[in-house]
């Protein structure tokens, strides 16, 4: 089974442009999730989609950040414009259904790393 | 508000020797509980995890947990670790709303 593809791996802008990450989840899993963690922390959830509805979106700075999953499968997040504390690296996850992410957790991918100069 | 918070920041060990790895909540309600484990260079991986019955979970690589409800912790043990298993742990919550919060993370170094 594939896992959680997400791209590009690394990233560095400087503060005010704009980036741009790719995540494609587990074939079938209509729950995806974008999360940031920051050097030193644990991951925080910046939001949830259940197929291509916005589930919570509560800790996503909407003023600079957006992400959407237009056809319920891959999903985009985007930085415009980006600051410096916005570096760090940003993870996709994904599971079956919301009740499946209660009992059996979370799958995730390989991040990619942001780099704000 | 919900929170993490794993007791440890940097853990270093020498091979066989036993570990335990503190995790404490704040939640009132019914919960799910999970650890994570980050080995360098890999992304985050499911170790074990509890959500009803049995206390005691066992996870892989010879892990396991102990929820204590009265407590609200949900601590990690393994008897004998190895040189395999230098990596960050991550312990990690959710209620019903499903929404996961994890814990700052555990440095685990262990020394061959």
């Known amino acids: 089974e594939a896992g959680v593809a997400q791209s590009p791996r690394y990233k560095i802008i400087e503060k005010r442009q704009s980036v741009a990450f790719w995540c494609n989840p587990i074939?079938?899993?209509?729950?995806l999730y974008w999360y940031q963690q920051i050097l030193g922390q644990g991951p925080k959830l910046l939001i949830q989609?259940?197929?291509?509805?916005?589930?919570?979106d509560s800790q996503l700075p909407k003023d600079r950040f957006s992400a959407e999953r237009l056809k319920g499968v891959d999903s985009t997040l985007k930085i415009q414009p980006a600051k410096l504390e916005d570096s760090a690296v940003y993870l996709c996850?994904?599971?079956?259904?919301?009740?499946?992410?209660?009992?059996?957790?979370?799958?995730f991918g390989p991040g990619t790393r942001l780099t704000v100069l | 508000a919900q929170s993490v918070s794993q007791h440890n920041h940097h853990v270093i060990l020498s091979e066989a020797a036993s570990l335990e790895l503190g995790c404490n909540y704040s939640?009132?309600?019914?919960?799910?509980l999970f650890w994570y484990v980050q080995y360098p260079g890999q992304h985050l991986q499911l170790l074990l995890k509890?959500?009803?019955?049995?206390?005691l979970v066992k996870g892989i690589k010879g892990f396991e947990a102990e929820f204590i409800k009265s407590k609200f912790s949900f601590n990690l043990r393994k008897p004998s670790v190895q040189w395999s298993d230098t990596a960050e742990y991550f312990c990690?919550?959710?209620?019903?709303?499903?929404?996961?919060?994890f814990g700052q993370g555990t440095e685990l170094s262990v020394k061959p």
């Open positions: 990690a919550v959710n209620n019903q709303g499903g929404k996961l919060i």
């Open positions: 509890y959500f009803s019955g049995d206390p």
């Open positions: 989609f259940q197929n291509n509805g916005v589930v919570d």
């Open positions: 074939s079938g899993h209509a729950t």
């Open positions: 996850a994904s599971s079956l259904t919301r009740q499946t992410n209660y009992n059996d957790g979370q799958f």
């Open positions: 939640y009132g309600g019914t919960v799910n």
